[in-house]
């Protein structure tokens, strides 16, 4: 059975930070490129960060380069996000996807990624 499942959302302050994680399971996580989107409230789900399964390609949205970090460790199945110096215009359900196949490049977009969790509430207060 495949799975996402992402954790560590949470509320923080203006300038502060946190660190999410996210599990795939059932497939072979190493084998899989993992991206990183979020919907904030009345807009639609936008991409925030993505990672090709070897961890050599990173790529970001203008938005958050500088303050957001995606990482993999792929003996923990485990995909990160350290968000970092967060604004209140990063307020979003975070969520965690898995590329459509094994070592297909990481994509900007939703299609690009077959599998999905259920998402994690970020707040960041002003």
């Known amino acids: 059975q495949v799975q996402v499942v992402e954790s560590g959302g949470g509320l923080v302050q203006a300038g502060g930070s946190l660190r999410l994680s996210c599990v795939f399971s059932?497939?072979?996580?190493?084998?899989?490129?993992m991206g990183w989107f979020r919907r904030i409230p009345g807009k639609e789900r936008e991409f925030v960060a993505s990672?090709?399964?070897?961890?050599?390609?990173?790529y970001y949205a203008d938005s958050v380069k500088g303050r957001l970090t995606i990482s993999r460790d792929n003996a923990l199945n485990t995909v990160y996000l350290q968000m970092t110096s967060l604004k209140p215009d990063d307020t979003a359900i975070y969520y965690c996807?898995?590329?459509?196949?094994?070592?297909?490049?990481?994509?900007?977009?939703?299609?690009?990624?077959?599998?999905w969790g259920q998402g994690t509430q970020v707040t960041v207060s002003s």
């Open positions: 996807a898995a590329g459509s196949s094994p070592y297909r490049a990481p994509e900007l977009t939703g299609a690009g990624y077959a599998y």
């Open positions: 059932g497939r072979t996580f190493s084998k899989y490129a």
């Open positions: 990672i090709n399964w070897s961890s050599s390609n990173t």
